[in-house]
């Protein structure tokens, strides 16, 4: 048996982002946004409110990262979703977190978190959409496996759970995408 809850703005999972932005005097900013992932082939979006300092940072610089939320930065990242950079201009610092600039885009890479994405704004929806061109992916050595690639349990990034607004980290590996359905004849 069932049971309804209506209309709710509950998927599974839903990867904690974390968006880096330099303003205009080059101050780091990073925000937490739940809500954004794969737009199309080498594209990204992300849901941003036009009151959000990053918003009008990425107008600015026509660039942003986006790094993911890992099980030992929960605390930090929690923290620049709860504080906006319009009222603590230093919250970056604050969160302990440390920029390298992009050797790709104008935007900073922070050292705490392993695995970034770094994007070219394409361009801004009516809805808050923001669209962005991945130009580079970089990651932490510390997160690789022994071919080179990203290990997703080493980088251990958390998802949020809008039913119960939870963090939680990944289960276990349970299949092979693209090829475990093949075992159907």
């Not at 979006?45 to 600015?60: F, G």
Request: charged fraction near 25%; hydrophobic fraction near 40%.
């Amino acid at each position: 048996m069932r049971k309804n809850f209506g209309k709710k703005t509950w998927l599974y999972p839903m990867p904690v982002l974390i968006i880096g932005t330099y303003a205009e005097d080059g101050t780091p900013n990073a925000m937490n946004a739940a809500w954004g992932g794969i737009y199309d082939t080498n594209l990204v979006m992300v849901c941003l409110a036009d009151d959000h300092k990053t918003t009008e940072n990425i107008k600015k610089t026509e660039a942003f990262t986006i790094s993911f939320a890992t099980a030992d930065t929960v605390i930090p990242c929690d923290y620049v979703g709860l504080v906006s950079a319009n009222d603590t201009p230093d919250k970056f610092t604050r969160a302990g977190f440390h920029a390298v600039k992009s050797e790709f885009v104008n935007a900073p890479i922070i050292e705490e978190l392993p695995m970034t994405v770094e994007c070219k704004l394409l361009k801004f929806n009516e809805d808050g959409i923001c669209i962005g061109e991945i130009v580079n992916v970089s990651a932490d050595e510390s997160i690789l496996d022994g071919s080179g690639k990203v290990d997703a349990k080493a980088l251990n990034p958390i998802c949020y759970d809008s039913v119960s607004h939870g963090y939680w980290t990944l289960g276990e590996k349970v299949g092979q995408a693209f090829s475990d359905g093949k075992k159907i004849k």
